[in-house]
């Protein structure tokens, strides 16, 4: 059975209804970039836990190539392997298209390939002040005039602000706030281009 697991401090229908809503978010977000869909990109999915983005990707982009990295072993994915997520590719039949290894974010570097768009969902808050670094790195295996879309969690919206005052190297050009629930924090689904 495919299995894209449950969140830290989420139910799995918690963990279910956040996909289900970073699905549509995402989906706008393709659109908003303007990439012809059928282009053959190459898209690295950042911190890919089971698959679940590679897979939204791999839908919208039928001829996209699609490296997912993850350490696999971090306590927000329960029960995360690399195993697993082949195994959902193999059943959702996009083994021939997306690949994953074991990478940290923070040792990521351009011997992962370039990449026409970078892709990531709820990592980045997990990596506390180094994940300024980790912006940088995205930006350096991104060709230019490309796109990051990353849906994160912040503590308000200005929290969300003060970010994007620290991410260097992008431009952000359009953002979505779906509200999920009443509770903080909130999800930020933003769209980046690169500065060339
Ligand atoms: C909440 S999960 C999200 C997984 C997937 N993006 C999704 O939307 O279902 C966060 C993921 O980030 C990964 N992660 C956290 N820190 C990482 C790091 N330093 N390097 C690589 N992956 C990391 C975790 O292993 C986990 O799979």
Redesign the pocket.
């Known amino acids: 059975m495919i299995d894209?697991?449950i969140?830290?401090n989420s139910t799995r229908e918690q963990s279910e209804k956040l996909?289900g809503n970073?699905e549509q978010v995402f989906t706008v977000l393709f659109q908003r970039t303007g990439v012809d869909r059928s282009s053959h990109l190459m898209i690295l999915d950042v911190?890919?836990?089971?698959g679940?983005?590679s897979y939204v990707a791999a839908k919208y982009f039928p001829n996209a190539d699609i490296l997912g990295?993850?350490?696999?072993?971090?306590e927000?994915?329960e029960q995360?392997s690399i195993v697993k997520a082949k195994r959902n590719m193999e059943l959702l039949g996009l083994s021939d298209r997306v690949e994953f290894k074991r990478?940290?974010?923070?040792g990521m570097s351009e011997t992962l390939g370039r990449f026409d768009l970078a892709i990531?969902?709820?990592?980045f808050h997990?990596?506390g002040e180094r994940r300024f670094d980790a912006y940088q790195r995205v930006r350096d295996i991104l060709k230019a005039d490309s796109f990051f879309i990353n849906g994160d969690l912040f503590w308000n919206e200005q929290s969300f602000i003060q970010d994007n005052d620290k991410v260097k190297g992008f431009d952000l050009i359009y953002y979505v706030n779906p509200r999920l629930s009443n509770n903080s924090p909130l999800y930020y689904v933003s769209l980046y281009r690169k500065k060339t």
């Open positions: 894209f697991g969140y830290h996909r970073a911190g890919c836990g089971l679940f983005l990295i993850d350490t696999f072993s971090h927000s994915l995360s990478v940290n974010i923070l990531s969902n709820l990592v997990n990596l």
